[in-house]
């Protein structure tokens, strides 16, 4: 993924959860969209380098969006409205082993009558129905997962039980935006629940995948497999 009208600043302050001052490098200081809505911990150092794009709709209120930070070095991808575009280029382009030689691939799947999952991807007349989520959160070299409690999240696995259960292929995908991640695993110490879940859909037949992106202010590409940790 090609990133476009993009320019370095550094971060100031978050606030009301979708706001965030940064200063540009001619030292004018604007409010910028936060695309997302976790906690982004670990994520957010003042003073610390960031990377803004700029969005031609006349009709924004903040022109401006969050599109990557800098952390000891590492660029992290916290831009979750680009997170689904990315994953489905990396299946597009076969870099998903696990997903590869597919028919037909859907997006936002109405799965229940209060819940979509990511995609829809069929392949050979079966279907198999694939939920991602955007990992920022790195400790000790662990990506992890999530980084606040997230009700939406296990409930997300519990469609993906039930679908399994249909006989469908089932699985979560976690695409590590950071490149200090080497492995993955649940994030027990912050949402036990949401770990434990993980770890009985696990048993039950759905997949637990991770990819590592390259992340820079010039490209976003998913690039290897991460290993999968669900007991630690």
């Known amino acids: ?74 660029w992290i991808g ?22 590869s030689h597919f028919d037909k691939i859907k997006a936002e799947v109405k799965v229940s009558d209060h819940s979509r999952l990511d995609f829809l991807i069929i392949k050979n007349n079966s279907k198999i129905f694939v939920e991602v989520k955007n990992c920022t959160l790195v400790e000790n070299e662990l990506a992890i997962f999530p980084d606040a409690v997230t009700a939406r999240g296990t409930k997300h696995l519990h469609e993906l ?11 979560v995908f976690f695409c590590v935006q950071h490149g200090g991640g080497n492995a993955f695993a649940p994030a027990k110490h912050i949402d036990p629940l949401y770990a434990e879940t993980l770890a009985e859909a696990a048993t039950h037949g759905v997949e637990v995948v991770a990819y590592k992106a390259h992340v820079s202010p010039e490209e976003i590409s998913i690039t290897q497999a991460l290993p999968v940790h669900l007991k630690n």
Do not use: W
């Open 161 to 171: 039980m039930a679908l399994g259960r249909q006989g469908h292929r089932v699985m």
């Open 1 to 74: 993924m090609i990133l476009k009208n993009c320019q370095p600043a550094l971060f100031i302050k978050r606030y009301k959860r979708f706001l965030v001052d940064v200063k540009l490098e001619d030292g004018t200081i604007i409010t910028v969209h936060c695309p997302n809505t976790g906690s982004m911990r670990g994520c957010l150092e003042p003073g610390g380098a960031v990377y803004i794009s700029r969005s031609d709709n006349p009709k924004r209120k903040y022109p401006h969006t969050l599109e990557m930070t800098q952390v000891n070095g590492q």
């Open 78 to 99: 916290i831009n979750t409205m680009r997170t689904n575009h990315l994953v489905r280029e990396a299946i597009e382009e076969g870099v998903i082993n696990e997903l």
